[in-house]
């Protein structure tokens, strides 16, 4: 078994589409970001990728790669999953957690749970996204921006 750990964070900027865990999420601001800046995803991405011992998304999907712009993040989990499974490895659960202080998310993590779940071809019991605030503390808690931190677990098919 291998555990990987992912961490992402963007700031907001105004105007724009707020896509977290494959879902849009109604707000007057986005995430700055050359893909669509979905952090919950990203943060899945490097958890995935690490725990198979195969870099991060970075080093998969390069910010600077023309491909990747305004990309959407559930394209780019879906294949770090690929790369998972083709290094040996299949997904047992991940654990998300979204930090923000706005917007409020709990009436949108069942629908991020569905969307991750679809895309790592795995039950939704085996996938958790909750949603925290900093209590107006730090960048999330002065509404700066989003971070979201991932945990996986991966099992070896062999």
């Not at 957690?97 to 085996?126: E, H, K, W």
Request: glycine share 12%; proline share 3%.
């Amino acid at each position: 078994m291998r555990i990987g750990q992912g961490i992402d964070v963007h700031a907001f900027q105004d105007g724009g589409t707020l896509v977290l865990g494959g879902v849009t999420v109604p707000h007057e601001r986005s995430l700055e970001a050359h893909s669509d800046g979905d952090v919950v995803l990203h943060a899945l991405c490097d958890a995935l990728l690490g725990a198979a011992g195969l870099g991060d998304i970075g080093r998969h999907f390069p910010p600077d790669d023309a491909d990747y712009e305004n990309i959407d993040s559930r394209i780019l989990l879906r294949r770090s999953c690929e790369q998972v499974g083709k290094a040996g490895y299949a997904v047992i659960n991940a654990d998300i957690t979204v930090v923000a202080q706005a917007p409020r998310l709990s009436g949108f993590v069942d629908a991020m749970c569905s969307n991750i779940s679809a895309d790592l071809q795995v039950d939704t019991s085996q996938v958790n996204v909750k949603a925290t605030t900093t209590e107006h503390l730090g960048f999330s808690g002065r509404g700066e921006g989003i971070a979201a931190f991932a945990v996986v677990l991966l099992d070896n098919r062999a």
